[in-house]
């Protein structure tokens, strides 16, 4: 076991070094949905009040309160970047901060259950445990700037309580977290209450002290909300259902051509190609070792879960994040599989085919991550920081004139956090909708795939900085653009 444990140290050294070094850098920027929550932390440490002026969902135009989501998150962030000394990545080092607490807790499991379930250690394993955590690394989805990034953390620390199985107070720790995770995101939460049934009827537990047990933790974790939360309840509750009736309901069919989103999602995604069918083995191995052990409720629970990710992941195919979120899950079931595998428990007729395939995949999975290393380190020599775009907002917004706005895309929010009373922005990545009240429009190239500024009808381009070159490693392009802060800026006519 010592090897195991020194190709988990030395691994997560090396992936927290590079991770930091990437959030010193702010790199990636940010995508669409960061600008929901993450400008909402900002508002806590500075106006001591849950809002979010770029982005309120269209439920307090007014007040901009911060109520379509549960505000753990922007409250953990908050906390983080306050405890930490200020720099301009200190919110991607927040969220790093995170993501890497949530490794340390999942690497702890695949720990634990190597050392009580492995057979016999060979290189084969250890092999196989250097890809599985890099590949693990992989999910680091800073960029996205959701809520999932904190669940994450909670759905590891759910793991690790049903793996260590403290009898005492498992149970009552399941609730805890569940009420910790209720309070961040209501679709994890629903997922983590059908898996939390399934698993008391897997060990024959559905019992009243079990159940009560969890409940009371709950409790404790919704009651502390209660008394804390800054609003009334059923404002956030009014926030939630307009919320989700939007994003689940209204956009359903969003997305065109579902079955080239799905493609793109989990298939041929950069970030982590082919985890589509890591997460698919993962779930059908699930699915053949409850039957194979006769466990029906808990088989029931399964469907019931499957259906619920269908309808939160898959009915509006832009919803993904409600599929990665159990990434960590999916991952620690391919563990599963595999040291089954290895202790010729299942399949054994194909033990050698399987795993030079679960090899095969765990290699083309890891790629994503290498593709963003490499991007990072070639480009660094034109890399454009956040304080510069920065100094032109507060320029421009010297010039405004009365009633006008500077309209600036979605992953450039951390630049005008300071100047919301004449920024605008939304979640869309082209030119907004043209709108008299917009002076000056700013375009960010990172994420656009433009190597040129586009023509913005009625506008004229007043300043250019786009990256004509892509970033190349050995003449071989490697990205679309540069990803870092270089923009257009367009004047009104």
């Known amino acids: 076991m010592k090897i195991i444990k020194y190709i988990f140290i030395i691994l997560l050294f090396c992936y927290a070094a590079l991770a930091i070094t990437f959030a010193l850098h702010s790199y990636p920027l940010f995508r669409q ?135 005492a107070y498992s149970n009552f720790f399941n609730g805890f977290i569940i009420g910790l995770n209720a309070i961040t995101s209501p679709i994890s939460t629903i997922y983590l209450s059908i898996i939390i049934v399934g698993i008391l009827f897997y060990h024959h537990s559905f019992k009243l002290k079990p159940i009560l047990q969890i409940v009371i933790g709950f409790a404790l974790v919704v009651s502390f909300f209660i008394v804390l939360y800054p609003y009334h309840l059923i404002d956030l509750y009014h926030g939630l259902i307009k919320h989700s009736t939007n994003v689940v309901v ?31 083995i993962s779930i059908l191995y699930l699915l053949y070792l409850l039957i194979k052990q006769r466990k029906w409720i808990s088989l029931i629970c399964f469907f019931i879960l499957i259906a619920a990710i269908n309808y939160f992941a898959f009915k509006n195919v832009m919803m993904s994040y409600n599929m990665y979120v159990l990434a960590y899950f999916c991952m620690f079931l391919l563990l599963v599989f595999f040291i089954d595998i290895i202790n010729r428990k299942v399949f054994l007729k194909f033990t050698s085919t399987l795993v030079m395939v679960l090899f095969l995949l765990l290699l083309v999975n890891s790629v994503g991550l290498a593709r963003t290393t490499l991007v990072f380190f070639n480009s660094r020599d034109k890399e454009v920081p956040v304080n510069d775009l920065r100094k032109d907002i507060k320029l421009l917004s010297a010039k405004l004139e009365k009633d006008k706005k500077i ?87």
């Open 250 to 280: 209204n956009r359903a069919n969003a997305g065109g051509d579902r079955l080239n989103w799905l493609k793109g999602i989990y298939i041929t995604t950069p970030f982590h190609t082919l985890i589509g069918v890591t997460f698919l």
């Open 33 to 167: 949905d960061a600008i929901c929550f993450l400008p909402t932390s900002y508002f806590i440490n500075h106006n001591h009040q849950l809002i979010n002026p770029l982005y309120d969902a269209g439920i307090d135009p007014t007040n901009h309160r911060f109520l379509f989501y549960p505000p753990l998150f922007p409250y953990v962030i908050a906390l983080i970047v306050k405890l930490l000394p200020q720099s301009s990545g200190e919110v991607h080092l927040a969220l790093t901060i995170i993501n890497i607490c949530g490794l340390i807790v999942t690497m702890l499991c695949a720990y634990i259950y190597i050392k009580r379930n492995t057979i016999k250690f060979n290189y084969l394993l250890y092999a196989f445990i250097g890809m599985w955590v890099v590949t693990l690394f992989s999910f680091n989805e800073i960029f996205e700037g959701r809520p999932e990034i904190l669940c994450n953390f909670f759905i590891a620390c759910f793991l690790f309580n049903n793996l260590y199985q403290a009898k």
């Open 407 to 493: 309209y600036v895309t979605f992953s450039l929010w951390p630049a005008c956090l300071d100047q919301t009373q004449s920024v605008v922005s939304n979640t869309i990545l082209g030119a907004p909708v043209d709108n008299p009240s917009f002076q000056y429009i700013i375009m960010q190239q990172s994420n656009s795939g433009q190597s040129m500024p586009p023509v913005i009808p009625n506008y004229k381009l007043i300043k250019n900085n786009y990256i004509q070159e892509h970033p190349m490693f050995f003449n071989v392009k490697i990205g679309n653009t540069y990803p870092f802060y270089q923009t257009a800026i367009y004047e009104r006519n």
